[in-house]
């Protein structure tokens, strides 16, 4: 469980989250929406400490994310909005590798986890490509895979279907799907709610800093208009 409360946080005065309470309960897919700029990352950013809050707390599994950062991290995967933020190997296979490494698996656990998640995003078979010749969309696809690749009890995703082709985005969709039926938390950022919201059991949208919606998709996408984010037609 991943849970906000009463959370605020400002750059050089200028508030950015205001009074921010959430939850993201075990095996639930929430989907964070809102305008540019009205919080998102900066809120994602809090989940794993990479961000602490000026006021409330941020809790996982019951425990002030400020307390104890590297359980916090080992918990809670993160994708970021821009993948060249989180590569630390040159080949494909070594950096989606290189977590599960962290962890002191076994060899055999690493292959079987680096194979499934390059499978999940439709890159089986690239481990030995060079991250830095690869396209953006294709980056994108190796920055998911590394997350996935540590099996994480809580997987934040913030905007991870930028430059994704169709086979790619409905790729990694499925397979976030079953992970959550599996019992991971998604929290999932996205302007693009085409398709989503019916994986999805909540709808979270952002105005201004503040939780604006949030609810079930049915009467969330009821409540979207005027927060600038598009809703998928009926
Ligand atoms: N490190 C920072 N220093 C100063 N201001 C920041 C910083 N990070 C974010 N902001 C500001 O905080 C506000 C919220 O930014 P944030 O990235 O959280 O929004 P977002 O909802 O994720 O937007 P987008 O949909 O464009 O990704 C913006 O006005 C942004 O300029």
């Known amino acids: 469980m991943i849970e906000f409360q009463s959370v605020s946080h400002a750059f050089d005065d200028v508030a950015v989250l205001e009074d ?4 993201l309960g ?3 897919f929430v ?6 700029g009205s919080g998102k990352t900066t809120l994602l950013r809090h989940c794993n400490g990479l961000l602490t809050p000026d006021s409330g707390d941020v809790l996982v599994d019951g425990t002030p994310v400020v307390d104890d950062l590297i359980a916090a991290r080992s918990s809670v995967g993160m994708v970021f909005q ?9 080949t494909v296979g070594a950096d989606v590798a290189f977590g599960p490494e962290n ?3 076994a060899r055999e656990e690493i292959d079987r986890r680096v194979d499934a998640a390059l499978e999940a995003v439709n890159m089986a078979g690239r481990d030995d490509d060079r991250i830095d010749t690869l396209s953006g969309g294709e980056q994108s696809r190796v920055a998911i895979a590394g997350a996935l690749a540590m099996e994480p009890t809580h997987l934040v995703l913030d905007e991870p279907f930028t430059g994704l082709d169709e086979p790619a ?9 079953s992970l959550s039926a599996d019992g991971t938390g998604i929290l999932l950022a996205t302007h693009d709610l085409r398709d989503v919201t019916g994986l999805a059991d909540r709808v979270i949208a952002m105005r201004d800093g ?3 919606v949030d609810g079930p998709p049915e009467h969330a996408l009821t409540e979207l208009d005027g927060l600038e984010i598009r809703v998928p037609e009926q």
Request: no cysteine; proline share 3%; net charge neutral.
């Open 26 to 28: 075990d095996g639930e």
């Open 169 to 177: 985005r409905r790729s990694v969709l499925e397979r976030l799907e």
């Open 31 to 36: 989907l964070l929406a809102g305008a540019n």
């Open 210 to 212: 503040r939780v604006a």
């Open 103 to 105: 962890l002191g698996l």
């Open 20 to 23: 921010v309470s959430l939850s």
């Open 82 to 90: 821009h993948p060249r933020d989180q590569f630390v190997a040159a």
